[in-house]
């Protein structure tokens, strides 16, 4: 059975990581963005318990599941914002929602 | 075996990563992120964090994924219109992406000796015990106050969501 390097683990995360950095920056639909988000959480979680299983400690998966938590809580919130915005301005590109600029 | 496994699910989960970022329908990417934490619930099997993948599956590709479904089609969001860039965006963007990118996993793998690995069952301390014994015991402010943090949330969406009266 040939073990897998914790690295490729950790690169992984950065790879998922910078994949949602990119959707965050590159993406113009408020609910891409907020998808993004979603997937850089997923890969901070990834690292959490990667370091979870380096250190032999459950600690990181507290932290993972707290992430979760947060993470609900905020597309709880997150969606029902969208729908208000949705509903006051018939938009869903952040582009044009710029009112707090001027 | 086990590098199989992460291959295999490493690679669906970048894949799938990727079509998120690069579909400009929003239900597409919804779909392929879906697919993401999927195979993250995996991975974190092969970690040993059976408690955190039943979890990852039920709150995220479950509620969380469901109400971005939800939202979706109740706007009826459409496929999201292009718009030009300047040239130097388009130029520079996915370069320096890359290199971020690489600089992160040449220093992840320059700090994280090789010895280091991993393989299933050599962490057998994730069980929903083991997490329960430790949330109710060293963690249980912060489970307090995440209580708290989710009844602020629900009042937030309702007070957000609701009809005005007038």
Redesign the interface.
Known sequence: ????????????S???F??????F?????I??V???I??ML?AV??SF??F???F????G??F???V??????????G??????I?KNRAT??I?EIDSMKN | MDIFLFLLFAIIAVVAAINVVVQTHPISSAVSLIGVMGSLAVLYLLLGAEFLAAAQVIVYAGAIMVLFVFVIMLLNAGAEAKRGRSLMVQLLGVPLLVALLGLLAYFVQRLFPQGVTVHFGGFTGGTAEAVGRALFTSYVLPFEVTSLLILIAIIGAIVLARKELD
């Open positions: 059975m040939t073990e897998v390097p914790i690295s490729w683990y950790l690169t992984l950065a790879i998922l910078a994949l949602g950095v990119a959707g920056l590159f993406r113009r639909s609910i891409t907020f998808m993004s979603e997937l997923n979680n990834l318990i990667t979870s299983y380096q032999k400690q459950v600690n998966h507290l993972a599941f707290f979760m938590v947060v993470a609900a809580a905020e597309a709880a919130v969606l029902a914002i969208i729908l208000n949705f869903l590109n582009d």
